[in-house]
């Protein structure tokens, strides 16, 4: 871990200690903070599959909604592995749930955004979306797969905060330049049918590079992983 990401992580944790402290004397496990976690995904994407119902395509707050609630839950991924280590209640299976369920409330949190997507017509957003999910799903799979082969294989970029980080931001930013420039806001060039940038842009091309960058990171993994194999 670089020493800005692991004084970032120090300073979370720091503030968080005082909320670990109370989840521990009122009961509150790691798996429930986990579970909960993954709740909150869901109900994400049925805040995202209702926006695409009664929403139109100029209406983006159900994009800014749903990146608040995905930073909230991104918090619970943090908070029960804290809460883990300080209980002392840290076990193999618990590490084992974690994962299991980080990585449906990936694949529910992306379908959500490719059915709102597909829903308002951003046809190719919901394909950058759709690439995104199997990128963030293969960057942890060849980490996982690696790791059981006795590989620590967790180069690149895209871990599960960073995706997290990325997509929340990306989707309250948009709501709020919605607000600024409209939602309808679309600038083109002339001699060019398409728009050069319009309103979803502030959505669509983070989770572009997203989509470029894990899926460049699963196949990094790969291959680092490949070589250290070789070796032995």
């Known amino acids: 871990m670089n020493p800005i990401k692991k004084s970032l992580q120090q300073l979370v944790y720091t503030i968080l200690n005082p909320l670990i402290q109370l989840l521990i004397k009122l009961g509150i496990t790691p798996n429930m ?18 926006g695409a119902e009664v929403g139109d395509r100029s209406d983006h707050r159900f994009l800014g909604y749903a990146g608040l609630i995905i930073l909230l839950a991104g918090a619970m991924d943090m908070i029960d592995g804290r809460l883990a280590r300080l209980s002392g209640t840290d076990h193999p299976y618990g590490a084992l749930y974690d994962s299991v369920l980080d990585r449906y409330s990936e694949l529910v949190m992306f379908f959500g955004f490719c059915y709102y997507t597909v829903t308002q017509d951003y046809l190719l957003t919901s394909i950058f979306s759709f690439i995104a999910m199997i990128g963030s799903i293969m960057v942890s799979y060849t980490r996982a ?4 082969l006795g590989v620590t294989a967790s180069v690149g970029l895209m871990q599960r905060p960073e995706r997290i980080v990325l997509v929340a931001t990306a989707s309250i930013v948009t709501y709020f330049m919605s607000l600024y420039l409209g939602g309808d806001f679309v600038y083109k060039v002339d001699g060019i049918k398409q728009p050069i940038f319009e309103t979803i842009s502030f959505f669509s091309w983070p989770i572009f590079f997203l989509a470029i960058s894990a899926n460049i990171t699963a196949l990094r993994r790969l291959y680092y992983s490949r070589a250290k194999l070789m070796s032995k």
Do not use: D
């Not at 903070?33 to 209702?50: A, E, K, R």
């Open 33 to 50: 903070v986990t579970f909960f976690g993954f709740l909150l995904n869901i109900v994400c994407t049925g805040v995202l599959i209702y």
């Open 145 to 148: 797969r690696a790791e059981g």
